[in-house]
């Protein structure tokens, strides 16, 4: 059976839907996965994945329609669409020209189970035996992440994050001078740290002592450096999707985002936000903050540090 399934971002989000993408394969599917630039790294290395497809978005309604209109998808036997925007669902029907099964769908609906990763295998109609995202490393990564960090214990900081082609979701960041705290309390233990994270990154965590390797690496160079660290700790963003893939024990802290809603239960060590606003997210769109209380300043740099101790002592 020829499937299209259809991702189009973000990265972390598409780390989620490997294990329902990879159980499509298992089960003799054809899979081509039409995606956006930034879940792109994603999809090129999920093994038996038989092609991609690069469309635009996000872009404006012209441009996506000039885009369909040369690029129609036929040939396909099915259409899995894992999101849960409508417009995206009939989008779907008119590139494809099939029945689309999607989260978007009033009868597929999303959200209906937790964590997102078992609903993309519901949606897909698939067991999936394991929702530990996808995302193999190649030996030429783990030599180019080695060359940084030799053979001493290290942890990666992802003190940055909640980008991507979408949106910029500052509340799901906390405060840097607490990452610096952080960071200095690492050192002390006998770690060297190493800060992870994009280009647009870099001047921010700049104040947090460590190597600061933001837009230094690929995609899969990050996914080798915190595959080989000791802890990885970080806002709830893409890297800290790639230190469970990694097998790499993870803090990860909590805002407006639930964890019960992203990843699986025993996967990370979360760190949640107070307020009684929090979460106000599960996996869409943020419906924006009223500004009235700060969930990530809410989390207190003595429970992060309480916590990190526990996790190191294990």
Wanted: neutral net charge; glycine residues 12%; proline residues 7%.
């Amino acid at each position: 059976m020829k499937t299209l399934v259809v991702k189009t971002h973000a990265f972390g989000d598409s780390l989620l839907a490997t294990p329902a993408v990879a159980a499509l394969i298992a089960g003799g599917d054809r899979v081509t996965v039409l995606t956006g630039p930034s879940s792109l790294p994603v999809w090129k290395r999920l093994p038996g994945v038989e092609g991609l497809v690069e469309s635009p978005a996000p872009c404006s309604a012209v441009e996506l329609l000039w885009w369909s209109l040369l690029n129609r998808q036929r040939g396909f036997d099915r259409v899995i669409h894992f999101g849960s925007s409508n417009s995206v669902f009939r989008w779907l029907g008119f590139l494809t020209g099939r029945k689309v099964v999607s989260g978007g769908d009033r009868v597929t609906g999303f959200g209906v189970v937790r964590p997102a990763a078992l609903d993309y295998c519901r949606i897909a109609g698939v067991q999936c035996s394991s929702l530990k995202p996808l995302f193999p490393v190649t030996p030429s990564e783990l030599e180019a992440s080695g060359r940084y960090t030799g053979e001493d214990p290290y942890v990666v900081l992802a003190p940055g994050g909640a980008r991507n082609a979408r949106d910029f979701v500052p509340q799901k960041r906390w405060p840097m001078s607490r990452w610096a705290e952080v960071s200095l309390y690492l050192q002390a233990e006998g770690y060297r740290i190493f800060l992870a994270g994009g280009m647009l990154d870099n001047a921010e965590i700049s104040s947090v002592s460590g190597i600061n390797l933001a837009g230094k690496l690929s995609w899969g160079e990050t996914a080798a450096l915190i595959s080989r660290a000791s802890l990885f700790a970080g806002n709830d963003s893409g890297p800290a999707h790639l230190a469970v893939a990694g097998d790499t024990p993870a803090l990860v802290l909590f805002g407006p985002t639930d964890p019960g809603s992203l990843y699986e239960n025993g996967s990370i060590v979360p760190v949640c936000g107070t307020v009684s606003c929090s979460p106000c997210y599960a996996n869409s769109i943020f419906p924006g903050c009223t500004g009235d209380e700060d969930c990530m300043i809410s989390i207190d740099t003595e429970r992060v540090l309480h916590t990190l101790e526990g996790m190191l002592q294990k």
